[in-house]
């Protein structure tokens, strides 16, 4: 691979006119197909082989008018204090804001709270509901505008008034942090490189790299039903690993350089050595996004696909781009060691020539693990163990207007509507009753109802709703306890264990459905997915890993610390939005349960990233090992040429992921707070502590392989071993030529 590398990075450089070309044409392509592509709505959420989504699909069978994807609104109504929503003048008022609430193009219907008997029992609190045509991302904003407008009327009169469901659902906004987040990253840039020049490219091709990404998924969000929150994650992993990548093939032409070599000959070496790291590390985090697949959520597959194809695209560029753009910079970057004029190169440092050149940091901390590596172990397991802590009592959930702050409208409305009706009012479960088969549907209908109104934990159980066959039904059913409550999860497994008694009896099936059953099975699908999605993954990982280091013990402890950083983070995650540690300083307005998708998606995305630093780092001491230094040294010598880069990743990764916690979507938030101290934890402890302490303990066995195993492996060559023969041959011939001549 190394020479196959070599050869395209000093193709790509020659060439440079004509790779720059392509990948122009490219991102105009992706531009105007993006800018050209129909709007997209909001992304369908569907959860297949569960109960609930069975419901779902069967509702929209047989009661096709129901519109289910439709938005809707309540509007709550409170009388002020000592007044009841039955008297003339607050009656008045709402009957005229529900007349109102009508006139929208958009609407298909409203309910009266005075004729639909939707007022709380001390008559103080009531709700009329919106239906829409269209789903909440999709609602004009004359339509949103008008249903503010009429809420705003009604407080006029006196009535406290509050609007909750999706109507008002806006798009997310990132915030201003995303750009300070590149802003670091460009000052971390042009420190590591002591060149504004050397700094831009990898900047110039991670933003090159996601505008194609990105404005590829937004030409096919409409045909492929892709959210928002696909291209948002797509950037924001693009940019990170973009960055990363060009960043060591940068980092390793510059090193070339400063080995005398010429400009085309540097930058195929350095795509035919760090380009070889890059491809690996590229292929680990599209296993690990791809993978996402085996839990058989269309959302989270369609998320992971995207973002894999994003860090290809990354790859790619790293591969091609890169070597181009350093033909057109020619002398502007400058070997390794030397900073540009205008950061202070060119400055004789005749004392430090003299005293000869001090060990960098990485050498000197390397020396320092070497020396105490069980001490340096004991205690980076001991903190990253600390901080797994609070994974403990990790709690699931999906988002409802229950997790929105509490200065929000939708907020106000769900704590009204659980003031008034109940804390399980917000969270009802449809209980759909499938008579068709049945000889009397009716009479099993009933059996149902009267079944669940003697079930605990029930306050109200609706008259059931027919479909126009007659033979399928809804029943509405009002828990006591709040939607994310163990009660009423009980409730749930409670009703649908009563509906195997139902079906023997009458041949009826009994499904639950309903956003609360929704969390309560997804939550399940994932907890069920976990083990077989990190077998997988980590499995894939495991055998490329041992082909790219040709050793068992260095893939299985990249693996364990992996794990080991993922428990750290997932503790973080739970510390912050679940306990609420330092919620202030990170935006959280409302602590709650974790997203439901939080775990398995980061420990997808975390794996990848994570094997991203231990290519890199190790790469560079099995290089080392190979050329005859003792395992100790080896270490040494491989910190001292890949730490300070890989810390700058690091750096670059954590300031990108950061960017994004100022988003007002708490999924994105949770996301990238989650990867940023993920790749903190991975970088800084495991990768930069624990791996080189496990390696000086291990000593030569570190490398160990079992013959057969060694012959059966095909050899991909990472550490260039190829490129080296070639030099070694070139050398042996130079000398023979110049014998010849003096002889």
Do not use: C
Request: overall charge neutral; cysteine-free.
């Amino acid at each position: 691979m190394a020479t196959f590398l070599y050869k395209l990075g000093r193709l790509a450089f020659r060439r440079r006119h004509f790779v720059a070309l392509i990948w122009v044409a490219l991102l105009t392509l992706a531009g105007v197909g993006a800018a050209s592509a129909p709007t997209a709505g909001t992304s369908s959420f569907s959860i297949p082989g569960t109960e609930a989504q069975k419901a779902f699909d069967l509702l929209e069978q047989r009661f096709p008018g129901m519109n289910a994807d439709g938005a809707t609104a309540r509007v709550v109504f409170q009388a002020p204090s000592g007044e009841k929503m039955a008297d003339a003048a607050n009656k008045a008022a709402v009957e005229k804001t529900v007349d109102e609430l009508g006139d929208g193009s958009e609407v298909t219907s409203v309910t009266d709270p005075f004729k639909a008997k939707s007022i709380s029992k001390d008559g103080t609190i009531a709700y009329a509901q919106v239906s829409y045509k269209v789903s909440g991302m999709e609602l004009k904003d004359a339509t949103k505008d008008a249903l503010k407008e009429a809420a705003q009327d009604a407080r006029g009169s006196g009535l406290t008034v509050e609007v909750g469901g999706d109507a008002l659902q806006a798009v997310p906004e990132t915030g201003s942090t995303e750009i300070i987040g590149i802003a670091v990253a460009a000052v971390v840039l042009v420190i590591t490189f002591g060149s504004l020049i050397a700094a831009g490219l990898p900047l110039l091709t991670a933003l090159v790299g996601v505008g194609i990404g990105v404005s590829t998924i937004a030409a096919l969000a409409n045909a492929l039903d892709l959210g928002t929150t696909t291209s948002t994650l797509a950037m924001m992993i693009g940019l990170a690993v973009g960055i990363d990548y060009a960043l060591f093939i940068v980092s390793r032409y510059r090193a070339e350089l400063a080995e005398g070599r010429e400009r085309e000959e540097a930058a195929g070496r350095a795509v035919g050595t760090a380009g070889s790291a890059v491809v690996f590390a590229g292929l680990t985090v599209v296993i690990a996004l791809v993978g996402l697949a085996v839990v058989n959520v269309p959302m989270l597959t369609k998320m992971g696909v995207a973002a894999a194809g994003t860090v290809a695209i990354a790859v790619l560029i790293a591969l091609t781009m890169i070597p181009a753009l350093l033909g057109y910079a020619g002398r502007k970057v400058q070997p390794a060691g030397r900073k540009s004029r205008l950061l202070g190169g060119g400055r004789k440092k005749a004392q430090q020539a003299a005293a000869g050149e001090r060990p960098n940091m990485g050498t000197r901390w390397a020396r320092f693990v070497v020396r105490r590596p069980l001490a340096v172990l004991l205690l980076g397991v001991i903190g990253l163990g600390a901080a797994a802590i609070p994974a403990a009592s990790l709690e699931l959930g999906l988002p409802d207007d229950g997790s929105q702050p509490t200065s929000t409208t939708q907020r106000r409305a769900y704590d009204l509507l659980s003031e008034g009706f109940g804390p399980g009012f917000n969270g009802p479960l449809m209980v759909v009753v499938d008579a068709k088969s049945s000889d009397a549907p009716k009479d099993a209908v009933t059996t149902v109802s009267n079944k669940v109104r003697d079930l605990d934990d029930v306050v109200s159980v609706t008259p059931a709703t027919y479909n126009k066959a007659g033979d399928t039904a809804m029943i509405n059913v009002i828990p006591d306890s709040k939607p994310s409550s163990t009660k009423t999860e009980d409730l749930v497994h409670a009703i649908r264990d009563s509906g195997g008694t139902v079906k023997s009896n009458t041949d009826a099936n009994v499904l639950v459905s309903g956003s609360t059953a929704m969390n309560i099975d997804f939550s399940q699908k994932l907890n069920d997915a976990l083990v077989p999605y990190l077998a997988l993954v980590v499995g894939l990982a495991f055998l490329l890993l041992i082909v790219v280091f040709r050793s068992i013990l260095v893939p299985l402890k990249a693996a364990l610390g992996f794990l080991i950083s993922v428990l750290a983070a997932l503790g973080a995650v739970v510390a912050v939005f679940q306990w609420g540690w330092l919620s202030g300083l990170m935006g959280v307005e409302e602590t709650g349960p974790i997203m439901s998708m939080m775990p398995i998606f980061m420990v997808g995305v975390v794996f990848g990233l994570a094997m991203d630093y231990e290519v890199f780092l190790v790469t560079r001491m099995r290089e080392a090992y190979v050329h005859g230094e003792r395992p100790g040294q080896a270490i040494v010598t491989g910190f001292r040429h890949s730490a300070r880069v890989v810390t700058a990743a690091a750096v670059i990764m954590i300031a990108v992921f950061s960017g994004f916690i100022g988003s007002s979507e708490s999924m994105i938030k949770m996301i990238g707070f989650g990867l940023a101290i993920a790749v903190f934890f991975d970088a800084f402890i495991v990768r930069m502590a624990i791996v080189p302490a496990v390696l000086a303990l291990l000593g030569k066995w570190a490398w160990w392989l079992p013959k057969w195993l060694d012959r059966a492996l095909p050899n991909v060559d990472v550490e260039g071993e190829a490129l080296r023969a070639q030099d070694a041959g070139a050398a042996k011939d130079g000398d023979e030529d110049r014998e010849l001549v003096r002889v």
